[in-house]
């Protein structure tokens, strides 16, 4: 059974009557542990594509199996609960909160689950090791707006695993980053995926694309080639991402 199974997915966006086809008729499976890069030219459809993957928005029409079950027939609830327990996010601007601690930043995700109430004990367990696995535990109360761009995205990613999800969506996430940056971030990516983490990563950077194990090129809300990437890079530090 796939993680992941689309069937003619489409996603026409309704404004007032102006509508805009952003993706139509994909097809693909993606498989736990893989290593997935979208990649397209702007608007072409990748980032619409990762929301509907991500359970942020519903397909127009198409079925998406997760873990081999319709999304379709899931309420929004469900689909709320099951984003927070099994997928984890990364975007491009950070989406810290300003003015907030690094911890705090990463509690956020554990808060937002119904089921765990208040700070306990295992709750700064979690977010230790979430920062510790982007060696950022040494800025934990510094607030956000204090980190570099390539710091933050650290923290963004700490806050991404702090739920322990299986599968992590990355939306540009070097395209706000010096190379240097840049590097260090695919660098954790490949680590997480060698230690058994799905990661779906957007980008529009062949070089950056080239670190994952799978390229998807879309063009024009569809799949236009699904190819396996040779000798595929492998991050190192110092580095330059280009
Ligand atoms: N909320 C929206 N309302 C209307 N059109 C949208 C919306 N979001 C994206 N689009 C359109 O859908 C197409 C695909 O956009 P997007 O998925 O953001 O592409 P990409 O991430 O590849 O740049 C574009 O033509 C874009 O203008
Ligand atoms: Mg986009």
């Known amino acids: 059974m796939s993680l992941i199974q689309v069937e003619n997915l489409c996603k026409i966006y309704d404004n007032e009557g102006v ?3 952003a993706v139509c008729g994909v097809n693909f499976v993606v498989e736990e542990g893989d290593f997935v890069a979208i990649m397209g030219p702007s608007g072409s459809g990748k980032s619409t594509l990762m929301q509907i993957l991500g359970f942020l928005d519903r397909p127009t029409s198409g079925k998406y199996f997760f873990d081999g079950k319709n999304t379709n027939e899931f309420s929004d609830d ?3 609960d099951l984003r927070n327990r099994k997928i984890g996010f990364i975007f491009q601007t950070f989406n810290l909160l300003p003015r907030t601690t690094v911890f705090e930043n990463v509690e956020l995700p554990l808060l937002y689950d ?4 208040g700070r306990d004990r295992s709750n700064e367990e979690k977010i230790k090791e979430a920062l510790n696995s982007v060696m950022m535990e040494h800025r934990m ?6 980190l570099s761009g390539g710091e933050k995205q650290r923290v963004a990613i700490a806050r991404a695993l702090v739920n322990n999800p299986s599968l ?3 939306d540009e996430p070097t395209g706000n980053l010096d190379s240097k940056s840049g590097t260090q971030i695919m660098k954790i990516l490949q680590k997480l995926n060698d230690e058994g983490k799905t990661i779906i990563l957007v980008t529009h950077e062949t070089f950056t694309a080239r670190h994952a194990k799978r390229i998807l090129y ?3 809300g569809n799949i236009i080639s699904d190819e396996i990437v040779r000798e595929r890079r492998i991050a190192k530090d110092g580095e330059m991402l280009k």
Request: aromatic share 18%; glycine share 0%.
């Open 19 to 21: 509508k805009t086809q």
């Open 78 to 80: 469900y689909l709320a």
């Open 114 to 117: 119904r089921k765990i109430i």
């Open 141 to 146: 109360n510094y607030f956000s707006n204090q």
């Open 168 to 170: 992590i969506f990355a």
């Open 218 to 220: 879309v063009k024009d």
